[in-house]
């Protein structure tokens, strides 16, 4: 039974520090992941705009941001410029792929495609995605294949460039199995693996559960193995102050009988024709704040039910 690691990297910090902690855990435990990256300008400071938004300042209380993410990434795009990823990190975004690990597309600038993509028209949303495209190709020398989007949010414009973009596969959304989404009727080509466990920030403050409890906590949610599960962790979390408790994770999982792998290998395994047809609504998820691109029901017509 597999279990995808998808491994988001929104920050240089998260970049520098965080994913070559990531390699080595993974190495350690024989698991596979895809590394998504963050390919622009850190503007992390810039999510202070989020305040408003229902349940972000329960989060940020509750989840140790500033120890998660450092003050310096806390400041940058306000009172310190930005810096530049794709340009500063590249060095460790390519030992990753050298450890053999999958590399993909997260976004060209986190915050801005977070904060705005779902209002965005398809201008706005080519020139951001060609943006990381470019940034890709420029630090390994080939096209991405797969894409992540941030904070999974989306807009209907992204899905279908994702086709037009030549992306084998997308996880872009919270769900419960794979499937092809549907935007106005139309099947997109490129299938979504969408998140389908909750995050450990998601987790952690939330019915009791401690940072010493979290994996605990997840994994009695993976006790019965099931296909198409994807957990999503991020670089500057996991790869730092939680690494341990990731271990923790790394280990459990590989008790209770999963196979950790890629995206990329869950994907080489699906059935394209067999995979329900679901249209992608705005929803919530406990734990997180604001609204989410989330798998919604099937077509009465598809053969295998979803979320």
Same mark, same amino acid.
């Given at each position: 039974?597999?279990? @995808?690691?998808?491994?988001?990297?929104?920050?240089?910090?998260?970049?520098?520090?965080?994913?070559?902690?990531?390699?080595?855990?993974?190495?350690?435990? =024989?698991?596979?992941?895809?590394?998504?990256?963050?390919?622009?300008?850190?503007?992390?400071?810039?999510a202070i705009r989020r305040v408003f938004r229902p349940g972000f300042l329960g989060k940020v209380s509750r989840t140790s941001v500033v120890s998660h993410y450092g003050i310096r990434s806390l400041l940058y795009g306000t009172l310190l410029p930005g810096p530049d990823?794709?340009?500063?990190?590249?060095?460790?975004?390519?030992?990753?792929?050298?450890?053999?690990?999958?590399?993909?597309?997260? !976004?060209?600038?986190?915050?801005?495609?977070?904060?705005?993509? /779902?209002?965005?028209?398809?201008?706005?949303?080519?020139?951001?995605? #060609?943006?990381?495209?470019?940034?890709?190709?420029?630090?390994?020398?080939?096209?991405?294949?797969?894409?992540?989007?941030?904070?999974?949010?989306?807009?209907?414009?992204?899905?279908?460039?994702?086709?037009?973009?030549?992306?084998?596969?997308?996880?872009?959304?919270?769900?419960?199995?794979?499937?092809?989404?549907?935007?106005?009727?139309?099947?997109?080509? !490129?299938?979504?693996?969408?998140?389908?466990?909750?995050?450990?920030?998601?987790?952690?403050?939330?019915?009791?559960?401690?940072?010493?409890?979290?994996?605990?906590?997840?994994?009695?949610?993976?006790?019965?193995?099931? %296909? @198409?599960?994807?957990?999503?962790?991020?670089?500057?979390?996991?790869?730092?102050?939680?690494?341990?408790?990731?271990?923790?994770?790394?280990?459990?999982?590989?008790?209770?009988?999963?196979?950790?792998?890629?995206?990329?290998?869950?994907?080489?395994?699906?059935?394209?024709?067999?995979? %329900?047809? !679901?249209?992608?609504?705005? @929803?919530?998820?406990? =734990?997180?704040?604001?609204?989410?691109?989330? #798998?919604?029901?099937?077509? /009465?017509?598809? %053969?295998?039910?979803?979320?």
């Open positions: 039974m597999q279990l @995808g690691l998808k491994l988001d990297v929104d920050t240089l910090r998260g970049t520098r520090a965080g994913v070559p902690a990531l390699v080595e855990a993974l190495g350690a435990a =024989g698991a596979d992941a895809t590394f998504l990256f963050s390919l622009g300008p850190d503007h992390t400071g810039r990823i794709g340009r500063r990190a590249a060095d460790d975004m390519r030992a990753a792929r050298a450890a053999g690990f999958e590399v993909g597309v997260h !976004c060209h600038d986190h915050t801005l495609w977070q904060d705005f993509v /779902a209002q965005r028209d398809k201008a706005w949303t080519a020139r951001q995605m #060609q943006l990381a495209i470019d940034s890709f190709v420029r630090i390994f020398g080939e096209r991405p294949r797969t894409h992540g989007a941030a904070g999974w949010q989306m807009n209907d414009h992204a899905f279908r460039l994702e086709d037009e973009l030549g992306f084998d596969y997308a996880s872009d959304t919270r769900g419960e199995a794979p499937f092809i989404a549907v935007v106005d009727g139309e099947e997109i080509r !490129c299938p979504q693996l969408p998140t389908t466990l909750p995050t450990l920030d998601e987790l952690i403050g939330v019915d009791g559960v401690t940072e010493a409890s979290a994996a605990e906590a997840l994994l009695r949610l993976t006790a019965v193995p099931r %296909p @198409g599960h994807v957990f999503t962790l991020h670089a500057e979390i996991e790869g730092l102050r939680l690494l341990p408790v990731f271990r923790q994770l790394l280990a459990g999982w590989r008790r209770q009988g999963y196979r950790l792998v890629s995206l990329r290998t869950q994907w080489q395994g699906l059935d394209r024709e067999s995979l %329900p047809r !679901c249209a992608v609504s705005s @929803g919530t998820r406990p =734990g997180r704040s604001g609204t989410l691109a989330v #798998q919604g029901p099937p077509r /009465a017509t598809a %053969p295998v039910a979803c979320a």
